[in-house]
């Protein structure tokens, strides 16, 4: 099983910054990707951001260059920082850890709890 507990969210103006961290314990060699989703009050939970443990980057076409994910060697945290950030950005943002089974086919998924960003003025 992983951990997964988040960290940095809070309330920021339109055009500020923020910088989420996702500390990660447990079975985290099981994990072969993990990222960051968000979701807004009426809203499917959608992805912001995510990374392989072989470092493959993808990003949300709503990011548009605003934002960066990293990780350490170990994934033992993964972060997001987010900057030029919009009202629209309210949500809460998720941690999660996707292990990889093809033999037998099986996918688990871990979740954090949650850290709520609000952007207003």
């Known amino acids: 099983q992983v951990q997964l507990v988040e960290s940095g969210g809070g309330l920021v103006q339109p055009g500020g910054s923020l910088r989420l961290s996702c500390a990660a314990s447990?079975?985290?060699?099981?994990?072969?990707?993990m990222g960051w989703y968000r979701q807004a009050p009426g809203e499917q939970r959608e992805l912001v951001a995510g990374?392989?443990?072989?470092?493959?980057?993808n990003y949300a076409d709503f990011v548009n260059g605003r934002f960066t994910i990293s990780t350490d060697n170990a994934k033992s945290t993964v972060d997001l920082q987010m900057n030029k950030l919009k009202p629209e950005d309210t949500a809460v943002y998720y941690c999660n850890s996707k292990s990889i089974s093809i033999t037998p086919l099986d996918v688990v998924d871990y979740w954090g709890k949650g850290t709520l960003v609000t952007v207003s003025s």
């Open positions: 447990g079975s985290i060699n099981s994990s072969n990707y």
């Open positions: 990374i392989t443990r072989g470092g493959v980057i």
